[in-house]
């Protein structure tokens, strides 16, 4: 069975124009799915018809065989919990530190109060340096997270996803703003959380040599819509083409 | 091309001086404004204060009890500030577009702010007056309404230019409503707040003289006592004292935002 | 090696517990501060002067006045030419203060940026201001008020006191941005000083000068209204004041409050949009 089934997905933000169009894929638990194509292909909005970030115009996202285009308030919630999602401009609170922007991940454990009085258990504070130190921050547990470099926010926020203890992770251009250095020790790390700890990774990419490097399995978007769903190495010239469209190759192999 | 539009810009640029020298001149004539007289009023206002505004021994002596009333004015001040600080925060949650729980709460919180920053502090004094009487809950609740408004709109730019991307984050998360404002906005904006608030305390102390003027408290209205009793050196006493107080709190303002951030 | 390490990144608390504040000083700071703000905003309370308040029946009373204002507002001591004409009046002198302080803070501005003038005078033109701004407005037009009567030079006068102080300083902010190659680029060309002003400085900051001087205005409004009212400059804002302290008329009361309410609302919609337009990310402080 299918961690993640997406079927005859659309969604339009104003009625006329569809940025999905009838979008249907299946994930399979523990597998490193990246989804490629040019900017305005849709891409994000696909990424947060998942967790329901966005709303769902019509068909079905099935998450761990639960209906999510339904979800109301608390299952919504419940939903969330399981998917950590990574972002492309970190989207840390920057005048916290490093460990408290980590254990944010866990409010969706906590009911209100518990999280508003900011109570968390030791064994979530271990859990959370134990992630630091995998991902090779732990000194800077106790800065101020506006005064890290752009790779080392991204590893934050790839340690708030994780401390969520998810079956998925969502990561929205993740190394967009990074340089390839710090973007390599990213992906480097994204790879390892699918085949270390086994859970699914849906990475949204721009540079298709990396897409190409680290997934098991490519999803082309193109104008909303999947123009190639294959495994890395049957992605061939004619069909990068056919995503990105000829002219434009150039441009965005830099 | 570029020339075109820079000639452009030279035409847009006379037009608007135009109609400026044109509504000032407008405003002249409605107000009855002499240039002239303005222009030589100048030199001799600023003769009649150095030789009239001098502190003297004599008005040394009223220094305690304008310091008594200074004081009730700078904590009328503070306490205006801080307790519409309060009600603004949540305002400004409710009104803000990266807070709001719906459309209907935030058109009420912007309305409530606009009303009331745009009715100017002296109409909330006077209509005040009428039924709370010659005290300090007049004035206090005047500089409150208006610093409301004020308040209200700084606070929720600080707001959606802080927090937004961490919203969308600790959304994602799962958390809820209360953990994502406690946790995310408020921390990261509160140092912005805090600004603002200090800021807000500056002014307000310059708008409680005008407002005691016309409520008859603090040290609006012991200034409007000797000046209408003609009494120049306490007058000048007082001012003086407004002008080291408020430079006071200004340094200490700034000494305050400079180990926040 | 890993549990030799672990120790020496994590912080714990007097009771054993894992801290996870950093204990900055900027955190030490903000708990200050709203601790002070506590404690005097408590001893406000305990200082305040109640003479003569009689709380439940004055909030009950203000608000039939509220009603009485809002609901059923009228003109009963002067006619709509009149109100018009006041309206007018405040309108006059807050364009005359705003004008003639952005003329003066212009130059004024061009000795306080610190791009275009020495250091000392820059400094000094800064304490001016500061001393300026300190005293309130108020006390500048009664100050006024007596040296050229109590006619609208004393307020224009008055009012452009605190008009030339915040404008200088977003003035000279905005000529402290201008890009360093323009003027190192006129300079280079021999160009004088007063050159390098009217075609370097002044083409690229123009529309900011308008925007502010538009701004300085929206607040010149209300300080006029102000202005009438406390220190008898005329305007809508003594018609306010005579109608609720000397004809106790809350019908008029009520009108002339929406009649400066619409203009405020008017002048607030320009500004945001001058604000939006020009400067996004920073609010005018």
Known sequence: MALLQIAGLSKSYDNETKVLKDISFNVKAGEFVSIIGPSGAGKSTLLRCINRMVS???????????????????????????????????????????????????????????????????????????????????????????????????????????????????????????????????????????????????????QVEVAQQYSDRIIGLNHGEVVFDGLNYQLTEDKINRIYGTQVRELITV | MSEKVMQKRKWQTTIALVIIIAITYLSAAITNFNFIDGLAAFPTAIGWMFSHLLITQESLEKLPAILGKLNETIFMSIAATTTAAVVSIFLSLMGSKTTSVNGFLSMFARLIASVSRNIPVVAWALILLLSFGQNSITGYLALFVGTVGFLTRAFMESIDEASHSAVEALTATGATYFHIVNKAVLPQSLPQMISWILFMIETNIRSATLVGILTGTGIGYTFDMYYKSMNYNVVALITFSIVIAVIIIELISNYIRKVMM | METTMKPTYIKRKRNGQISIKAGSKSERGIRWTIILFVVLTIAAFMFFDYTGLELWSAIIETGQNLKVMFFQPALNHFTWAEALYQVGVTLGLAVLATVIGSVIAFFLALMAATNLTKEWITKFVRVIVAFIRAVPTVLWVLIFAIAAGLGSEAAVLGMLFHSIAYLVKAFSEAFEEVDKGILEALKATGSGWWHVVTHGVLPSTFTYLLSWTFLRFEINFSVAVAMGAAAGAGGIGFELFMASGFYFDLREVGFITYAILLIAIILEVFSTRLKNRYFPSSMSK
Not at chain 1, 185 to 201: P, Q
């Open chain 1, 56 to 206: 769902i115009s019509s068909g079905e996202v099935i998450f761990d065989n639960a209906q999510v285009t339904s979800m109301k308030k608390r299952a919504l919630r419940q939903l969330r919990t399981n998917i950590g999602m990574v972002f492309q401009h970190y989207n840390l609170v920057p005048r916290l530190t490093v460990i408290e922007n980590v254990l944010h991940g866990r409010f969706g454990y906590k009911s209100t109060l518990q999280g508003v009085l900011g109570r968390f258990t030791e064994a979530e504070k271990e859990q959370a340096f134990y992630l630091l130190r995998k991902l090779g921050i732990v000194e800077h547990a106790y800065k101020r997270c506006d005064q890290l470099s752009g790779g080392q926010q991204q590893r934050v926020g790839i340690a708030r996803a994780l401390i969520q203890d998810p079956k998925l992770v969502l990561c929205d251009e993740p190394i967009a703003s990074l340089d390839p250095n710090s973007s390599k020790i990213i992906m480097d790390h994204l790879k390892s959380i699918t085949s270390e700890l086994g859970i699914t990774c849906l990475v949204n990419l721009h």
